[in-house]
C-alpha cells in the first residue's frame, strides 16, 4: 500500500478541541493535543457515534456520549466501554496546511 496524501480542509482547532471534515468517504476527526495535530475516524468504535467535543487531555480523548476514552496517537482503548481501538491518521505540515495520510 502506499499513502496518499490530502490537504486538510479546516484549520487546526484550538488546544485541547476537535473538528471534523471529511476526505473522500472518512469523516475524520483533527484534534489539538496541546498544539500536536492528530486525526482519527471520527466514529466512536463502541456507540457509533461522532467523537467531536470529546474532552481532550494529553493525548487522550473522551467520548462526549458515554465517557470511554481511546488514545489519540495509537488509537488503543484507553477506558471503557470502550473495548475496540480506532484508526489513527499520519498527519505533517506543509507550508501553511496540515496533511493527512491515506493509504490505497
Known amino acids: ?8 480542509p479546516i484549520p487546526l482547532p ?3 478541541e476537535s473538528e471534523t471534515f471529511v ?5 475524520l476527526l483533527l484534534c489539538n493535543a496541546g498544539g500536536e495535530a492528530l486525526v482519527i ?3 466512536c468504535p463502541h456507540a457509533f457515534q461522532s467523537l467531536r467535543g470529546g474532552r481532550i487531555e494529553g493525548t487522550v480523548i473522551e467520548c462526549p456520549l458515554h465517557g470511554g476514552s481511546l488514545d489519540l ?6 477506558s ?3 473495548r475496540r481501538p480506532t484508526h489513527c491518521y499520519p498527519v505533517r505540515q506543509r507550508g501553511d496546511a496540515l496533511e493527512v495520510s491515506l493509504s490505497d
Do not use: N
Open 1 to 8: 500500500m502506499s499513502a496518499r496524501w490530502h490537504t486538510v
Open 14 to 16: 484550538g488546544s485541547g
Open 23 to 27: 476526505v473522500g468517504d472518512l469523516e
Open 41 to 43: 475516524d471520527d466514529t
Open 73 to 78: 496517537r495509537s488509537g488503543e482503548a484507553v
Open 80 to 82: 471503557l466501554p470502550i
